[in-house]
């Protein structure tokens, strides 16, 4: 498989099995290392990626074409457990307690990216975060315009909000004449 340059174009799917972590030195801290059982972050300067979704491994893949170390804080122990095995930096944890964010690093972290599913949980999580690392770049990923809003007096830097992404999209496909 050819690796993807850092300004490359992320796919719509990207499959775990086309991510490419291969090192297997059981050490933490570097893209593409085994990690057995990862139950503390040691990087700095790095980014925290929650969720482990489409858009989780989307920002892992272009991070690791990229060379910048991450830390996957992951729900589900199914998906950590699989990942590990194929050297995704990753812990178990939610990630609007503060626990799970001080065991990913939050505190030496360059950015955070909030990419749950569940908008609880990042708005949850913004507060908790900002006071962690007041520097530290904060994306949140919402459903609504109105969430982002208050994401973002929350203490989040930059919002991806749902319905304005599907809007986008639906103005390309009519400019394109497609539909």
Do not use: W
Request: aromatic share 4%; proline share 5%; hydrophobic share 45%.
């Amino acid at each position: 498989m050819n690796e993807p340059e850092a300004s490359a174009t992320v796919p719509h799917f990207i499959r775990l099995d086309q991510m490419t972590f291969a090192d297997a030195s059981g050490s933490c801290g570097k893209i593409g290392v085994q990690t057995k059982a990862m139950s503390d972050c040691c990087l700095t300067s790095h980014a925290v990626i929650a969720g482990f979704g489409v858009p989780g491994r989307a920002a892992a893949d272009a991070y690791k074409a990229a060379g910048v170390s991450f830390c996957v804080i992951e729900l589900n122990p199914t998906t950590v457990h699989r990942c590990e095995h194929v050297g995704v930096p990753i812990i178990e944890g939610d990630v609007s307690e503060e626990a799970t964010l001080l065991r990913a690093g939050v505190p030496q972290a360059d950015v955070l990216l909030l990419l749950v599913p569940n908008e609880k949980a990042v708005m949850t999580a913004i507060p908790i975060a900002r006071r962690l690392n007041p520097t530290m770049k904060i994306v949140a990923r919402c459903t609504y315009t109105s969430t982002g809003l208050e994401a973002h007096r929350r203490g989040a830097d930059e919002t991806i909000i749902a319905e304005q992404v599907v809007a986008r999209e639906v103005l390309r496909l009519l400019q394109n004449h497609t539909v």
